[in-house]
Structure formats: C-alpha cells, structure tokens
C-alpha cells in the first residue's frame, strides 16, 4: 500500500485532483517531482487508470530513469513497465518510428547529433556560401537553425533580421539543410519536435491514436519547455488531462529556447486550470533557504513565492577565496576529504560548476588525492572519433541513405577510395538526383580508376552482406563484434598513432562501444540495433555510462544546468566570479541592449537552482586571479555574492587543515570579507 499520508495537504491535493489542468507552482525542494510520481501512483491505484494510459515527460533521460525506479518502488514494476516515462526526444522518437513514412521518411530514419549536423552544415556552407575568403562559423548557423527549429519556423517561413550576415547565410542553409536530411532520411534533436508538430497537425488520425493512448500527462521542470514541447504539449493534452509542475524561478534554459511565458501564461491557454502552490520546502536547511529566497528575490520577472523550512537554520554557509584555480581544486578537495574522513560517503558531494572548462583543475586534484569522482557532460564518450566512426558503421547498416556517416566510413578503413573519388561520386548523386548510396551501388558513368572501381564494390557488398546478417542476427554484440574485426578497426587505429598508450585507449573505446551494445542487449526484452542506436543518439548530451550512479559511491562533478532536480547533503559552488556567474556571454547580451535585464536574470536562476541543490551544507569557492593563455588574470568576486545576508555566510570550518596562504588570502578578499570576519571572531 502506498502511503499518501506522508504529503502535506497542498501535495494531497495536487495528487488526488481528478480530471482538468493542473498546475503545480513552487520553488526548489517543495517536492514537485514527489507529487508527481504519487499522483502516477494514485491514477493506477486509486482512480483505475491503465498504466498504458499515462505519460510522464522529464527534462533528461537520467531524470526519466530516476522517476521510472521511483514510481516502480510505489506501485511495482509491471504496471510501471506499461506507462511511457520519457523525455520529449525519447517520446517523438516512438511517435515518429510509428508515423513518421506520413512525412515522407522512411521509419529507419537517423537522428543526427551535434557532430553530424556540424559536418553536413560545414558542408553547405562550403557550396553554397562561402566564396574567396568568407568563412562562415558552422556553429553559428546551426545554432540559428536549431533556434528557428524551436520556435516551429520551418526553413519556408525563416525570414532573416536585415542586413545580418549569419540570418542570411542562414536563410539560404536552412532550406538546403532540411532537404539534404530528408535525402539522407536523416532527423536531427530539434526535427524530433518540430516533426511531431507537424505530423499532429497535418495527420489528424496519427493525433487521434496518440490521445487516445496518451490520456493523462505530466511533466516535470515544465519552466523550461520551449515554443516547441509547448504546441506538441496543446496538442496531446486536447482532453485536459495535463498536470505541470515547474517552477519560474528555475527557467535556465532561456538560451535554448525555453519561454517562461509558457508557466507564466499557463492558467490563460487552458481554461478551468486548477492552480496549487506548495510553500514548504523539504531539502534544505534554514541558512540555505534563506540565501536561496534573499538571492532570487533580486529578479523581477517572476512569481512571487514564499518558501520555508520546518528544518533548522543549520550550518552557515562557507565562502572560501582561493588564489588561483589550482588553490581552489585544492581547498575543495581537502574539504571534502576532511568530511569523508569524518565517516561520509563520496556520494555525498557535489561539484558544480557554470562551464565544463572549469572542471579541470577539478578532475587533476581529484585524481592526484585519489578520491573517486564521477564527471558528468565533459568530453563526450560518443562524440570521440573512433567511437564515431565505429557507430557510424551501426548507422550506416541500419540507413544506407544516411549520407554524413556513408561518406564518414567510404574510405575508413583506409581503401583507397580518396576524396576525389568521393566528390565525383556525391556531384554524381546530385546531378542524377539520386542517393549516394545508389550511385555506389551503380558508379557506372562516373570516372574512377579501376582500383577504386573494385573497392567500391568489395564496399557495397560488404555493408550489403551486413546488413543482411544484422537483421537476422540472435546475438548482436557477437556480430558486431565480428563486423569490426573483419573490418580490423584495431589494426586502423594502430596505424593511425606511433603511441602505444593512445593506441591502447583507443581500442579500449571502441571496446565500450561493443560494451555498451552488450549492456543494451541484457537490458532489452527486444533488442535492435534501430533500438541500441536510438538510445546511442538520444544520450547526446548527457552522461552516457549505464552504471546507476547512485549505487556508485563517488563525487559527482557537473554542471550548474546538469544539476536541475537533484539533490546533495553537500554542495560546492565554485567560480563564483564575474564572467563565470554571471556568464562572460550574459554580460555581453545584456550590455547589448535589448531587454537588459534578462539574460542577468537568467544567470541568477541558475544560481539559485545551484544554492537550492543542498540539502545540509555549500560551500562557494572564487579564485582573486585565473590563468588565461599562461597569463594570470584578476578576476572579480561574482555580484550575486552580495546578495547573499552576510550573516549567513562565514569563511571555511577552522577543522580544514590550515594553509599558510589563508590569512593572506582573506587579507585579499577585501571588502567583501570584511563584515564576516568580525562575525567570525577569529
Ligand atoms: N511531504 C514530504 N515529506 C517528506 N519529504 C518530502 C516531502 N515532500 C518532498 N520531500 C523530499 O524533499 C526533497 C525534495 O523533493 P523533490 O525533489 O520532489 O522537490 P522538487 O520540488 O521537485 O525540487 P526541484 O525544484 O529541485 O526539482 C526530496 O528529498 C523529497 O523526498
Ligand atoms: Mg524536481
């Protein structure tokens, strides 16, 4: 029996509210999340709801992950295996696979990440852009298109600010990128959305058979749904049944598209919307909230929210001025030793951060102190170029129409087919209008030696032989397995590099690669490549290992917008300096004019959200000076420092070993420190 009784009345009634919109409106750690998975549990075991009948939609597939166990741990996993819990990627993802030939693509389609849509635009650019010394930035255009994506402009309707270069350059891209993915029957993140959209709208029946399966929704983190999510969300919810919670107040993905207007205007696009607050706050201490409320209370666009605490006031909080990057790795890592040494397990600790750069020093001291951490984002197991390559392969298997990865595997390993060959064989696709992977199939008519005739046909059979064995194979990590072997992508990758150690840790990726198939196939009641790929793509930009992080007893390090929703007894802000927090690339937005405010306003969500994910004790960490290309540069405390009451804050415990360098240090600290040194009496 599931005990409903442990929620306060607000929660209750958020839980058992019956059929209608819903909005739960409330700040960090009231337990929104809580709410929802008790009112998943109260639909099936109260109200009778066929678990197949509700749909659960989170910011992250970790997330997802995460609510999945604690749903299961409330009514058990059977009936949790029913209900569909996923991300708004993972949920278009299943539409399309079902609907998506409606569009005019075929179902094995390929959902194309960062690195592949950057090939493809570099590509464009080149032909139909850049001319003499213009060199457009890919980067650029792709993040105008991804922005236009979530703001459902399709390339038709993009008009381009006068006079921008980039609007332009975009304009004429756009168009020509959406048709080359077509061609390659290839989807990009942004499409997964814009797609359903579409098909909703333009397919009335494939909507029907989604509501009709689809009847009661909630999502979590809905503050940050952008335009996007939001029309998919109007949608589905046709019938009402939609209940979001979210909190304005921790809006961070602004720069992606999210729009507060979304939460803001919520009671406005869905008539008869129950609105509930909770004010309560379970997480964190009274010093911790009360930081969290005096910071935010600094925005202006925004709800107002009261948020207490039955807790105590409990530990002030620390502020530690460090000299430099390596003496703030340093003072953190100690501190947290000297916590763990007083019997707390690693698990407990949190290292967050605004940028993935800063993780660095971070990871160097961690690993010099031997203390086990866990990096989360950084340097993407995926995006390394054996491990592309090698799933380039898997894509190509699956869609041979996909043409960035057919063209990335052409002449890998090594066959002599070189570039020229390559560029006769795309201008022949292009002036018969027809795919590459056809024209390989029949290159007659091109101009090409004999011997890259003869290995262009050894190619095409080889992936035609594998695709054939991959469909019907019992063990797919054998085969796989066996396909890069006979491909000899360890002999490829020996010969790339005369260093042994490189080499070997090479091979061990794309060992994982096969590890991580292996993983998926346990998993999996039916595994399919379609399926292992899937997961491959969707995992993008999160963390991507399998093992469940909470079993592991280690120190998580991420960052600040990786940390939405979860919580550590332990938290460490670190970087707390101007240009850090807020960003160098908000101060510049907002000195740009425009709406001034905003993008500050956005750094000092993601600040709260950062002092909100502790639950006992922060820590906030700044450096007085940071090296840039080897030089030492001063940096300046971050402003929203002095929003914090002194009172509540104080310099690091006297327990940490003292360094020489500390009363030089808060020497330096200047005005800031000065009022909490007095409260110190040190
Ligand atoms: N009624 C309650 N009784 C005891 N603990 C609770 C209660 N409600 C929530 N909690 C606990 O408070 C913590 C925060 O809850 P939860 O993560 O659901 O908050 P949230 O509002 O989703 O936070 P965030 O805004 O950071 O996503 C969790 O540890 C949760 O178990
Ligand atoms: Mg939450």
């Given at each position: 029996m599931v005990d409903f009784h442990t929620l306060n009345p607000e929660q209750y009634a958020a839980v058992e509210h019956g059929d209608g919109p819903l909005l739960l409106l409330a700040g960090a750690g009231s337990g929104k999340t809580r709410v929802i998975t008790y009112r998943i549990a109260y639909l099936v075991?109260?109200?009778?709801?066929?678990?197949?009948?509700i749909l659960a939609m989170t910011f992250t597939n970790k997330a997802a992950l995460e609510m999945r166990e604690r749903v299961a741990g409330l009514i058990g996993r059977k009936r949790t295996a029913a209900m569909t819990i996923a991300t708004f990627h993972s949920l278009c993802v299943q539409i399309l696979k079902q609907h998506i030939d409606r569009l005019?693509?075929?179902?094995?389609f390929s959902i194309y990440a960062a690195a592949d849509q950057v090939r493809l635009i570099k590509d464009l650019i080149d032909r139909h852009v850049n001319s003499g010394d213009r060199r457009i930035d890919a980067d650029r255009i792709l993040w105008i298109i991804s922005d236009a994506k979530n703001r459902l402009i399709a390339p038709e309707d993009f008009v381009p600010f006068h006079g921008d270069e980039y609007q332009l350059a975009a304009a004429t891209v756009y168009p020509a990128y959406q048709k080359a993915l077509k061609a390659f029957n290839a989807v990009d993140f942004d499409d997964l959305i814009m797609l359903t959209t579409r098909l909703f709208r333009d397919h009335p029946e494939a909507l029907e058979a989604c509501r009709q399966c689809y009847r009661y929704l909630l999502v979590d983190e809905?503050?940050?749904?952008?335009a996007a999510q939001y029309q998919l969300l109007r949608q589905l919810a046709a019938h009402g049944n939609l209940c979001v919670v979210g909190d304005?107040?921790?809006?961070?993905?602004g720069w992606r598209g999210a729009d507060l207007g979304n939460i803001l205007d919520f009671e406005k696009d869905f008539p008869g919307t129950r609105t509930i607050r909770l004010?309560?706050?379970?997480?964190?201490t009274g010093n911790i909230l009360a930081a969290a409320n005096a910071v935010i209370r600094?925005?202006?666009r925004r709800k107002v929210k009261k948020l207490w605490t039955?807790?105590?006031?409990g530990e002030p909080l620390e502020m530690i001025v460090c000299r430099d990057e390596e003496d703030e790795a340093l003072q953190v890592v100690e501190r947290l030793q000297v916590e763990h040494y007083r019997g707390?397990?690693?698990?407990h600790f949190a290292i967050l951060y605004r940028?993935?750069?800063?993780?660095r020093a971070f990871e160097e001291q961690l690993r010099y102190l031997d203390v086990p951490y866990r990096l989360v984002g950084g340097q993407q197991f995926y995006d390394r170029k054996e491990v592309k390559d090698a799933v380039a392969y898997l894509k190509v298997l699956l869609n041979p129409s996909d043409e960035v990865n057919l063209l990335r595997i052409l002449n890998y390993p090594k066959r002599g087919i070189g570039t020229t060959s390559a560029d006769r064989l795309i201008q022949r696709s292009s002036d018969r209008d027809c795919s590459l992977w056809e024209v390989l199939r029949d290159p007659s008519g091109?101009?090409?030696s004999d011997q890259v005739r003869a290995s262009l046909a050894l190619f095409v059979r080889l992936i035609e032989t594998w695709r054939y064995r991959l469909r019907d194979s019992l063990d797919l990590t054998a085969s796989v397995a066996e396909l890069f072997r006979e491909l000899d992508l360890d002999g490829e990758i020996n010969r790339s590099t005369d260093d042994r150690i490189k080499a070997e840790r090479r091979r061990e990726f794309l060992q994982d690669v096969i590890n991580a198939l292996a993983s998926y196939q346990q998993r999996e009641a039916e595994p399919t490549l379609a399926g292992f790929l899937e997961k491959v793509s969707l995992l993008d930009d999160e963390?991507?290992?399998?093992?469940?992080?909470?079993e592991e007893d280690v120190v998580t390090l991420m960052s600040l917008h990786s940390s939405k929703g979860l919580e550590f007894p332990m938290v460490f802000l670190v970087g707390m300096e101007e240009e850090y927090l807020p960003h160098k690339n908000s101060l510049e937005a907002a000195a740009d004019?425009?709406?001034?405010t905003a993008p500050i306003e956005e750094e000092r969500r993601l600040f709260y959200v950062g002092i909100t994910r502790a639950r006992r004790q922060l820590v906030l960490t700044r450096a007085e000076e940071r090296k840039k290309y080897g030089k030492a540069l001063k940096r300046e405390p971050s402003?929203?420092?002095?929003?914090?009451?002194?009172?509540l804050l104080q310099a690091r415990?006297?327990?940490?070993?003292?360094?020489?360098?500390e009363a030089e240090q808060q020497q330096q600290a200047g005005h800031f420190f000065s009022g909490i040194q007095s409260l110190l009496g040190e």
């Open positions: 075991l109260e109200r009778d709801i066929h678990p197949g009948h005019g693509y075929k179902r094995n809905y503050q940050d749904t952008n304005d107040d921790q809006s961070i993905y004010e309560q706050n379970y997480r964190s600094c925005n202006t039955a807790d105590g006031a707390r397990p690693w698990k940028t993935n750069i800063q993780s091109v101009d090409l963390q991507q290992d399998d093992k469940d992080a909470d004019g425009g709406e001034a402003r929203f420092l002095a929003e914090i009451p002194e009172e415990s006297s327990s940490v070993p003292r360094q020489t360098s």
